[in-house]
């Protein structure tokens, strides 16, 4: 039996058409009892974006504006994880210093000079997020002192990253208004809201 087959129907673009791409919707408001992939960003669902560790600080922080975000992977030409790189980076004292260390000017600081290495990076199993909550998040984060945590998942026997989670992220989730970037007064003023909450 043959099967035939006819042209599909085709239409112009319109001048206005968007892109589609992946999204990783997550829920405007959380509690510390939600499950944790509720702050999970899953990049299975959305994109990771990266810079690379020859990039110029300015083209890093450009990449950041562009795609509203506040970190990027940054990417060995093998197209492993050689670290991170976040705004707080960038407009923070590391730059300057690597200006008066190696005499050079800020437009050619790299992104390698100020990266958080990938030696240095903390993860978390994809495996204990998905039994875990919010509130797991929360005291991981704080426990840590960090602005991020990244969740590895093992894909054919090699360590990926599955997902972030954000501070900011899921200061916005809980409804906390975070106004410093120092973490140890983030979680305070996280714990006083909920506290009254």
């Known amino acids: 039996m043959t099967t035939t087959y006819t042209r599909l129907p085709s239409r112009n673009l319109d001048k206005i058409a968007g892109l589609l791409r992946p999204a990783c919707v997550l829920p405007e408001r959380v509690g510390l009892d939600n499950p944790a992939l509720d702050v999970m960003t899953d990049f299975r669902r959305l994109t990771a974006f990266i810079a ?43 730059p300057m210093q690597v200006v008066q260390s190696h005499g050079i000017r800020r437009d050619e600081v790299l992104v390698a000079d100020i990266m958080t290495p ?72 996280i714990e006083q809201h909920l506290a009254h909450a």
């Open 118 to 189: 990938v030696e240095r990076l903390e993860a978390v199993d994809f495996d204990d997020i998905i039994h875990s909550r919010v509130g797991h998040v929360l005291e991981t984060l704080k426990a840590r002192g960090r602005q991020h945590a990244l969740v590895i998942e093992n894909v054919n026997g090699q360590q990926m990253v599955r997902g972030l989670l954000s501070l900011s992220q899921l200061s916005k989730q809980l409804g906390v208004t975070v106004e410093t970037t120092e973490v140890a007064n983030t979680f305070l003023e």
């Open 52 to 94: 690379t560790p020859g990039d110029t600080i300015k083209q890093a922080e450009e990449r950041m504006i562009r795609r509203k975000v506040r970190l990027l992977f940054v990417m060995d030409n093998e197209d492993r994880v050689a670290g991170l790189i976040t705004s707080t980076d960038i407009h923070g004292e590391k």
